[in-house]
């Protein structure tokens, strides 16, 4: 796609001002909607090269700046359309592109370890896909092995891949259970996330003390006695 091209299912949608699922923008407001466990992309979402990229969003992103009533011309200012389409681009969305994706490599479980291992308060940083402003928080995960092992540092960089996009919350918690269960060959996973979000607290009802937790179990995690022991590695209790 050259740079001054639009696709045709952008246009489209322009056009009639309606998204999908047939209701307008003005009719979604505030409502918060997943559309299913995989992020939203275009079939051509990677025709266009990342300098392309960055050129285009910088272009409209000073636009932006200029509807807002900013001077471009001022030293502060001139170079941030620029810094916003880098940091899109090459940081905080960079797990859009699959290239991105960490390769996991598996490992024998040389020393027989065959109780839950738990990687907790893994930092993440994303963004919230309805407003564009950040979702930060903690995800824990928990597996139990099959024979095979990753790399703790794997884990982080699985969550931190798919956090670096736009995002919902419970997308993300399904979108690193199921790589890690690919990943792993085993269905003995569990992700918790907690977050905080700035639609939430910067915006909108403004409430900055409040934070969202989502859950997702899989195998023996969904047995009682485990997904208890597995909450309180969390949470410092004792299990039930």
Same mark, same amino acid.
């Given at each position: 796609?050259?740079?001054?091209?639009?696709?045709?299912?952008?246009?489209?949608?322009?056009?009639?001002?309606?998204?999908?699922?047939?209701?307008?923008?003005?009719?979604?407001?505030?409502?918060?909607?997943?559309?299913? *466990?995989?992020?939203?992309?275009?079939?051509? %979402?990677?025709?266009?090269?990342?300098?392309?990229?960055?050129?285009?969003?910088?272009?409209?992103?000073?636009?932006?700046?200029?509807?807002?009533?900013?001077?471009?011309? *001022?030293?502060?200012?001139?170079?941030?359309?620029?810094?916003?389409?880098?940091?899109?681009?090459?940081?905080?969305?960079?797990?859009?592109?699959?290239?991105?994706?960490?390769?996991?490599?598996?490992?024998?479980?040389?020393?027989?370890?065959?109780?839950?291992?738990?990687?907790?308060?893994?930092?993440?940083?994303?963004?919230?896909?309805?407003?564009? !402003?950040?979702?930060?928080?903690?995800?824990?995960?928990?597996?139990?092995?099959?024979?095979?092992?990753?790399?703790?540092?794997?884990?982080?960089?699985?969550?931190?891949?798919?956090?670096?996009?736009?995002?919902?919350?419970?997308?993300?918690?399904?979108?690193?259970?199921?790589?890690?269960?690919?990943?792993?060959?085993?269905? *003995? !996973? %569990?992700?918790?996330? *907690?977050?905080?979000?700035?639609? !939430?607290?910067?915006?909108?009802?403004?409430?900055?003390?409040?934070?969202?937790?989502?859950?997702?179990?899989?195998?023996?995690?969904?047995?009682?006695?485990?997904?208890?022991?597995?909450?309180?590695?969390?949470?410092?209790?004792?299990?039930?």
């Amino acid at each position: 796609m050259k740079p001054n091209e639009t696709s045709s299912s952008t246009l489209s949608t322009e056009r009639n001002g309606y998204s999908r699922n047939g209701q307008s923008p003005q009719e979604l407001g505030d409502d918060h909607i997943s559309t299913g *466990d995989e992020t939203p992309l275009r079939e051509d %979402a990677f025709d266009m090269d990342d300098e392309t990229k960055m050129e285009l969003i910088e272009k409209h992103f000073a636009q932006i700046m200029h509807i807002l009533g900013l001077d471009l011309d *001022d030293d502060s200012l001139r170079g941030t359309p620029r810094r916003v389409a880098k940091m899109y681009v090459q940081e905080i969305f960079s797990g859009l592109h699959p290239d991105n994706k960490p390769h996991a490599t598996l490992f024998e479980n040389q020393y027989r370890y065959n109780e839950m291992l738990v990687e907790k308060d893994i930092t993440f940083y994303s963004n919230c896909e309805h407003h564009f !402003v950040p979702i930060f928080g903690r995800a824990h995960v928990g597996y139990i092995s099959n024979g095979k092992v990753i790399g703790l540092s794997k884990i982080n960089r699985i969550v931190q891949y798919f956090a670096k996009r736009p995002q919902v919350q419970e997308r993300l918690t399904v979108q690193i259970i199921n790589e890690l269960k690919r990943v792993l060959q085993t269905e *003995d !996973v %569990a992700v918790v996330i *907690d977050a905080k979000h700035m639609c !939430v607290s910067s915006r909108g009802i403004q409430d900055d003390t409040s934070t969202t937790v989502t859950a997702k179990y899989s195998g023996k995690f969904q047995e009682e006695a485990t997904k208890s022991e597995f909450l309180s590695h969390i949470y410092n209790t004792q299990p039930k």
